[in-house]
T-cell receptor, first 110, second 119 residues
Framework: KQEVTQIPAALSVPEGENLVLNCSFT??????LQWFRQDPGKGLTSLLL?????REQTSGRLNASLDKSSGRSTLYIAASQPGDSATYLC?????????FGEGTQLTVNP | GAGVSQTPSNKVTEKGKYVELRCDPI?????LYWYRQSLGQGPEFLIY????????DSGLPNDRFFAVRPEGSVSTLKIQRTERGDSAVYLC?????????????????FGPGTRLTVL
């Protein structure tokens, strides 16, 4: 059974700081690894999807990496802004389902 | 075009009652997923539809939970004899392609969810 863990559970940083969110998964037989953003009371917004054959994906200030052999992914956020404050979830796709971590709650202080 | 929509946005019911939660996927998406998210947790998989059929229902917690997608578009999640432990946000997602070989999968687009509260 796939298990996904995210560290840290919560993170508070000053505006402008670069930061890294960590995700680990136990079963390396994944189709892809996705990072989502969730704002309070809202659904999930897909940020980046890394196919199992890829090592990283970039979108604007976001960069996600994937190391299947070690069961790890990281989300790097450059020059953080208060608008980046949200919960960030990673999810591993195996078979027909996404298995989510519990999320990292990020607060970027002005 | 419109994203995934879910109705109602909030549902309060009493223990023992029956509830139905509706999901309208993105037009043309053949794959539809239901997840449940408890407070402070990540979403947990419930069921996956490919077209009209439930291709994987192994995440349904027990036989009080049932879902249908009769015409391959709108889906309804049905919960009988609700219990307080069923209180959660129920999320629906759709994608244009079913899960396939590694390296050939599509992202899932999520709706805003239905917050179910069982008193």
């Amino acid at each position: 059974k796939q298990e996904v863990t995210q560290i840290p559970a919560a993170l508070s940083v000053p505006e402008g700081e670069n930061l890294v969110l960590n995700c680990s998964f136990t079963d390396s037989a994944i189709y892809n690894l996705q990072w989502f953003r969730q704002d309070p009371g809202k659904g999930l917004t897909s940020l980046l999807l890394i196919q199992s054959s890829q090592r990283e994906q970039t979108s604007g200030r976001l960069n996600a990496s994937l190391d299947k052999s070690s069961g790890r992914s990281t989300l790097y956020i450059a020059a953080s802004q208060p608008g980046d404050s949200a919960t960030y979830l990673c999810a591993a796709t195996s078979g027909s389902r996404l298995t989510f971590g519990e999320g990292t709650q990020l607060t970027v202080n002005p | 075009g419109a994203g995934v929509s879910q109705t109602p946005s909030n549902k309060v019911t009493e223990k023992g009652k029956y509830v139905e939660l509706r999901c309208d996927p993105i037009s043309g998406h053949t794959a539809l997923y239901w997840y449940r998210q408890s407070l402070g947790q990540g979403p947990e998989f419930l069921i996956y539809f490919q077209g009209t059929g439930a291709a994987d229902d192994s995440g349904l917690p027990n036989d009080r939970f049932f879902a249908v997608r009769p015409e391959g578009s709108v889906s309804t999640l049905k919960i009988q004899r609700t219990e307080r432990g069923d209180s959660a946000v129920y999320l629906c997602a759709s994608s244009s392609q079913p899960p396939r070989l590694a390296g050939m999968t599509d992202t899932q687009y999520f709706g805003p969810g239905t917050r179910l509260t069982v008193l």
